[in-house]
């Protein structure tokens, strides 16, 4: 292995105990000691919104990391989660976790994402004990924590709830008094093991990526730079939209590679072809 993964420490940003996902993926993958980064990071944005995050997953990821004095570590590493309609399927919720790495020595910056539909990610207005029981189901409670609000745009009432009688008894002062409440997901690494499992895959997708060494100086960190489409159709053998070959790029040496079919295939099938199935 180069010299870039020897004696090097990671230090972990996370103010949900996320150290004890991370660490030891990476000690056990380049023999890393690992410690607990503690900073205040809801000042960035929380995800029951008392603090409204302004900056997309990556500026916030930065900002994260720009809050640990840079001469004090060796690597910093920062997970972001953001929850919503899935980039692909928009009908279904999607956990698209981001991963970044900074090598403090080096400046340099390795960046995953992760996005998966495997996520409990919801919320609902409530107005009795059925709904109430429906999405308590539905969110695989209660090894998955909930949060209850005053209204959906409202006040946080309580947050990281696991026990059954608490959300039965809060929820039942609201349906007296104002007849409904909003229930949600609470998305906090601690409070929720789907997401858990996310954050794991998501390291071993920056394990991976940091095994890969640029095939000229070595380099770890060797990834697709871009995707060229344009493969073509069996039929017309006019280029399609589908994927022709993955750009690599060494950040270090600017190497650059294009390795063609990266699917397996070199023709389309024209069921894809504008030109033949418009
Ligand atoms: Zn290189
Ligand atoms: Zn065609």
């Not at 980064?37 to 995050?53: A, H, K, N, S």
């Not at 279904?92 to 390795?110: M, R």
């Not at 022709?244 to 699917?263: A, I, M």
């Amino acid at each position: 292995m180069s010299e870039f993964f020897s004696n090097r420490t990671l230090g972990i940003v996370t103010k949900h105990q996320k150290e004890a996902l991370i660490g030891p993926l990476f000690q056990e993958a380049f023999g890393w000691e690992y410690a607990l980064l503690e900073v205040d990071t809801d000042q960035l944005g929380t995800f029951t919104g008392e603090i409204e995050r302004e900056a997309d997953p990556l500026t916030t990821a930065r900002k994260k990391v720009a809050l640990v004095s840079d001469d004090a570590h060796d690597m910093v590493i920062v997970s972001e989660g953001s929850f919503g309609p899935h980039p692909a399927v928009g009908f279904i919720a999607a956990d698209d976790e981001l991963l970044l790495l900074y090598d403090c020595k080096s400046k340099e910056e390795f960046i995953v994402r992760h996005i998966t539909a495997e996520t409990n990610f919801n919320g609902q207005e409530v107005s009795n004990a059925e709904e109430l029981h429906n999405f308590l189901e539905r969110a695989k409670f209660p090894e998955h924590a909930v949060i209850i609000r005053e209204s959906r745009a409202g006040k946080v009432v309580e947050k990281g709830i696991h026990s059954l009688e608490k959300v039965k008894s809060l929820s039942n002062l609201f349906f007296e008094k104002k007849s409904s409440v909003y229930i949600e997901t609470d998305m906090r690494a601690m409070h929720n093991p789907m997401r858990q499992k996310a954050i794991i895959e998501t390291c071993k997708k920056l394990i991976e990526k940091l095994r890969s060494a640029c095939p000229e100086c070595h380099h770890p960190g060797y990834d697709v730079s871009e995707v060229i489409s344009g493969l073509p159709c069996m039929n017309c053998f006019y280029p399609t939209r589908s994927t022709l070959s993955y750009l690599y790029h060494c950040k270090k040496c600017d190497y650059t590679e294009e390795k063609k079919y990266p699917h397996g295939k070199s023709h389309e099938d024209p069921m894809y072809c504008d030109h033949c199935n418009p």
